[in-house]
């Protein structure tokens, strides 16, 4: 069992920056990829970045290539997802999700996921 605490959300200025970070329990952290999905009021869960277990092979949305990155310290069971240029569309829930596989077969896909955080809000004002 994997349990997942996302943290980082807040409110933040458009061309304005937030890192979220989702710490996770269990020894086996190191062996799962792991990804970022956000959720908006009214709207599905969408998938924004995912990450294999070494951090050799990341994965975006085109809507975040080139403004978030996604990164992992496995000594620290945490993964990042670093915002840069957020603009009011990226105000969502995010969430954290990890993969029990360490590259994942569909990134993209929710149902690749096995565990899942809470959640913590991004709320980005124009």
């Known amino acids: 069992q994997v349990q997942l605490v996302e943290s980082g959300g807040g409110l933040v200025q458009a061309g304005g920056s937030l890192r979220l970070s989702c710490a996770a329990s269990?020894?086996?952290?190191?062996?799962?990829?792991m990804g970022w999905f956000r959720q908006a009021p009214g709207k599905e869960r969408e998938f924004v970045a995912a990450i294999s277990w070494n951090a050799w092979n990341t994965y975006y949305a085109d809507s975040v290539k080139g403004r978030f990155t996604i990164s992992r310290d496995n000594a620290k069971n945490t993964v990042y997802l670093q915002m840069n240029s957020l603009k009011p569309e990226d105000t969502a829930v995010y969430y954290c999700a990890a993969d029990s596989r360490p590259n994942p077969a569909l990134p993209g896909s929710p149902y690749e996921y096995d565990y899942w955080g809470q959640g913590t809000q991004v709320t980005v004002s124009s």
């Open positions: 269990g020894r086996t952290f190191s062996n799962y990829a």
